[in-house]
């Protein structure tokens, strides 16, 4: 399931070239998977009960277009691929017209945080790859 956020850019993300920075995009993604991770009730507290944790291990961020202050923007992350232990999510940033800013593959871990090692993906979790 994907889900969508949504947010406005506002005058303290903006550079001095007029549009949002780009490491704000990173911001906006994060965002993005947190909505994700709790419209499946993947809260962090819920991961930790599991006995895993996630960390992101790999951005892949395209910029298509340049977003400045005041526009509206859509996140959405969906669920792009799983493996043993890693997975990906796809996230899009689009504005109010409908044009594609931004797109990015973002690649997980999962991790125990007792070993500070990988370990697999849990079931929660893999499910939601189908």
Known sequence: MKTELQLIVRPTEIDVNGHVNN?????????????????????????????????????NISYRRECVQGDRLTVTTAPKSVGNSSYVLEQLIHN??????????????AMDPATRKSRAVPDELRRIFG
């Open 23 to 59: 490491a704000k995009y990173l911001e906006y993604l994060e965002w993005g998977r947190e909505e994700w991770y709790e419209a499946h009730q993947l809260h962090y507290d819920t991961l930790r009960e599991m006995g895993v944790q996630t960390v992101t291990v790999n951005i």
């Open 96 to 109: 109010e017209r409908g044009e594609l800013c931004t797109e990015a593959l973002v690649t997980s871990v």
